[in-house]
T-cell receptor, first 113, second 114 residues
Framework: KAGVTQTPRYLIKTRGQQVTLSCSPI?????VSWYQQTPGQGLQFLFE???????NKGNFPGRFSGRQFSNSRSEMNVSTLELGDSALYLC????????????FGAGTRLSVL | AQSVTQPDIHITVSEGASLELRCNYS??????LFWYVQSPGQGLQLLLK??????LVQGIKGFEAEFKRSQSSFNLRKPSVHWSDAAEYFC????????????FGTGTRLTVIP
């Protein structure tokens, strides 16, 4: 069974640009969660998508958005990039059910110059 | 409010020595508890999880953790550390209902010396 696939692995952007990150969850998993990891703030929850609907959202500005497609693949978008958006963005595939387990991808490393 | 505390930022142990990484949580009820490991530049790999039942849980790579309700702790242990265990370790708590998001501790970086 394939794991969680995140693309691209690395991105370099400049301030003001926008970026789109992609995540393909484990086959059969219908929910995806996104996290931002930085040295200063650690791992912070961004949002969760289930069946193409955002079900849960963390405390991030509206510049951070996402979506999910009918095949459960998810994208997150960051508009008007700021230097502080430089981070490792991790996608988690949720097994679902009451005893949910999150399986993480390798992440996308975003550098904003 | 839920929170996770990993009091040790960095731990150094000798190869072959035993290891214990501390984790304390604050949560309104008994949460679901997890330990993940992250190698440099990589994502998070699940080591073990606790949902209910036996308070001593076994995980992959020879790790185990013990849930102690009275101490709000979920410490990770390994009897004999290998050089390949050098990585960052994260404790996390998850809600028992509703949302699929985890609250993570700040992590403990493990260095293994020969």
């Amino acid at each position: 069974k394939a794991g969680v696939t995140q693309t691209p692995r690395y991105l370099i952007k400049t301030r003001g640009q926008q970026v789109t990150l992609s995540c393909s969850p484990i086959s059969g998993h219908r929910s995806v969660s996104w996290y931002q990891q930085t040295p200063g703030q650690g791992l912070q929850f961004l949002f969760e998508y289930f069946s193409e609907t955002q079900r849960n959202k963390g405390n991030f500005p509206g510049r951070f958005s996402g979506r999910q497609f009918s095949n459960s693949r998810s994208e997150m978008n960051v508009s008007t990039l700021e230097l502080g958006d430089s981070a490792l963005y991790l996608c988690a595939s949720n097994s679902g059910g009451a005893k949910n387990i999150q399986y993480f991808g390798a992440g996308t490393r975003l550098s904003v110059l | 409010a839920q929170s996770v505390t990993q009091p040790d930022i960095h731990i150094t142990v000798s190869e072959g020595a035993s290891l214990e990484l501390r984790c304390n949580y604050s949560y309104g009820a008994t949460p679901y508890l997890f330990w993940y490991v992250q190698s440099p530049g990589q994502g998070l790999q699940l080591l073990l999880k606790y949902f209910s039942g036996d308070t001593l849980v076994q995980g992959i790579k020879g790790f185990e953790a013990e849930f102690k309700r009275s101490q709000s702790s979920f410490n990770l242990r390994k009897p004999s550390v290998h050089w390949s265990d050098a990585a960052e370790y994260f404790c996390a708590v998850g809600p028992i209902t509703g949302a699929n998001n985890l609250f993570f501790g700040t992590g403990t970086r493990l260095t293994v010396i020969p």
